[in-house]
């Protein structure tokens, strides 16, 4: 069964770090990124990965997040630092079975809540 399973998320004060995971399963994910979709607002797209560790950023979280994954052990990890209120959201994770291009993603997880209190 091809899935994404997403943990970490939670409640953090402002300048606080989480640091979310996404296991993979059932298929290699060339490409995979971390979306978010707060209250109210479209889903967007917050990092990305290739498998040739290609990496992009949304300009919201450059120098605060990072995307990172361990091969052997097929996760996908998220590190959020100095975070921010308007970071609340819940995130997901996402994952391309066929492609490594940035939004080609086939494979959603179940999303995790991130909340940031002022």
């Known amino acids: 069964q091809v899935q994404l399973v997403e943990s970490g998320g939670g409640l953090v004060q402002a300048g606080g770090s989480l640091r979310l995971s996404c296991a993979a399963s059932?298929?290699?994910?060339?490409?995979m990124g971390w979306y978010r979709q707060a209250p109210g607002r479209q889903r967007e797209l917050v990092a990305s990965?290739?498998?040739?560790?290609?990496?992009n950023y949304a300009d919201s979280v450059k120098g605060r997040f990072t995307i990172s994954r361990v091969q052997d052990e097929n996760t996908v990890y998220l590190q959020m630092n100095s975070l921010k209120p308007e970071d609340t959201a819940v995130y997901y994770c996402?994952?391309?079975?066929?492609?490594?291009?940035?939004?080609?993603?086939?494979?959603w997880g179940q999303g995790t809540q991130v909340t940031v209190s002022s």
């Open positions: 996402a994952g391309s079975t066929w492609s490594q291009n940035v939004g080609e993603y086939d494979t």
């Open positions: 059932g298929s290699p994910f060339p490409g």
């Open positions: 990965l290739t498998s040739g560790g290609t990496t």
